[in-house]
Nanobody, 126 residues
Framework: QFELVESGGGLVQPGRSLRLSCAAS????????IGWFRQAPGKEREGIVC????????NYADSVKGRFTISRDNAKNTVYLQMNSLKPEDTANYYC???????????????????WGQGTQVTVSS
């Protein structure tokens, strides 16, 4: 059974940093395109970054470009999202997805059977 579990969210002041983790089990994450999404209350889901399998192609949404960085640790079967210079508008539930999907720019295009994590809440507030 494929499973993704996010962690690392929390409450942080504007300008500070957080690192989110997306740990996979049941499949080898390195073989798949993977995307991070976020959704704030009352807003549509936003695809913020997509990384191709092997990591050669990475695309970020304009809203996070230059502040967020995605990376993989294949030995840990985990993908990370380093978030720097956080802003109040970054407040959202963040989650990762992979499998049966592909990157289209900064958005992972999910299809039936794509695995999704449960999300981790990030709140940026003073």
């Amino acid at each position: 059974q494929f499973e993704l579990v996010e962690s690392g969210g929390g409450l942080v002041q504007p300008g500070r940093s957080l690192r989110l983790s997306c740990a996979a089990s049941g499949f080898t994450l390195a073989y798949y395109d993977i995307g991070w999404f976020r959704q704030a209350p009352g807003k549509e889901r936003e695809g913020i970054v997509c990384m191709s399998s092997g990591g050669r192609t990475i695309n970020y949404a304009d809203s996070v470009k230059g502040r967020f960085t995605i990376s993989r640790d294949n030995a840990k079967n985990t993908v990370y999202l380093q978030m720097n210079s956080l802003k109040p508008e970054d407040t959202a539930n963040y989650y990762c997805a992979a499998d049966r999907s592909y990157c289209s720019g900064n958005v992972l295009v999910a299809r039936l059977g794509t695995s999704w994590g449960q999300g981790t809440q990030v709140t940026v507030s003073s």
